[in-house]
């Protein structure tokens, strides 16, 4: 079983602060998750940019039998599913397949800390630590949240939003999406509240692509962005499936480097889930 410790985005703290404030009780999570699935070997992986983390980490482990920490290299997005089973035990899962499959089960710190709670305290999942951060927020903080509170509560424990808003974003600054209104709950996927200054907010206009394929040699899955934008523009269902569209794990690593900012994401996003609805209708 991997346990996974990488801050999953750039702004976002929680599992940092989860990591450093619930060590044992994650580390007997991992022992409860352990016995769920049957194994005796249990590896925590987290990014070097954590030392107290690792230390704490690895210090606590030496009383729990077959658990260990491994130290990993920074490198977005490490904290997919795929990528970290290839950073901590170098076996890649094949496409459209299950970690299952290569004898691995992937499980967030957070889910760690929530068996524990569930199994030891028979307490429900009710609350989260959320990461509410951005270049102008006042106060940056990690919050205990109860699941369902609106985001304004917590944006305003952070000293409420700044004359400079442009957007807020419920994730990080990759993956997560903009709200439409701050007055949405807490839910148990919320990781963070972003708070984008106006500035960096807007989009650049789209130009031409100029094939560098550096959305290419970014993109964590070895697919090809650009190519799958291109026919989702042209609604080529049949091929964008077979260019493996439903690999994509919409890390945003593609329409981060593109230099022509062209929306790559939002196109592959469209397109993976029309082609997944094919193939889920095919089975049926």
Known sequence: IIINGVECEPYLTADHTLMMEKTEEVLVGIQLLMRAVNVNRAVVGIENNKPDAIKKFAQAAKS??????????????QGGEKQLIDAVIRRQ???????????????????????YEAVQ?????????????????????????????PLSKLIEHAGGLPETTGKVVSGGP???????SIEIP???????????????????QMKDCIKCAKCVSVCPMGINPTTLMTLTEYEEWDKA???????????GSCSFTC??????????????????????????
């Open 241 to 251: 499936e077979k260019e493996r569209i439903f690999d994509c794990i919409e890390c």
């Open 259 to 284: 230099p022509s900012d062209r929306p790559l994401l939002d196109y592959i996003r469209l397109g993976k889930g029309k082609v997944m609805g094919i193939m889920r209708a095919r089975k049926n």
């Open 93 to 115: 899962v094949p496409s459209g397949a299950l970690p299952i499959s290569v004898g691995a089960v992937v499980q967030n710190v957070g889910t760690a800390f929530a068996v």
């Open 64 to 77: 729990y039998k077959g658990i260990e920490v491994q130290a990993l290299k920074v490198q977005y997005p």
């Open 186 to 204: 807490v839910t148990k996927g919320t990781s963070g509240i972003l708070i984008v200054p106006t500035l960096e907010a807007r989009r650049k």
């Open 174 to 180: 990759m993956m997560g999406k903009a709200v439409a």
């Open 121 to 149: 305290k028979n307490k429900p999942l009710i609350e989260r630590i959320v990461t509410v951060t951005g270049k102008d927020v006042v106060k940056p903080c990690n919050v205990l949240s109860r699941i369902g509170i």
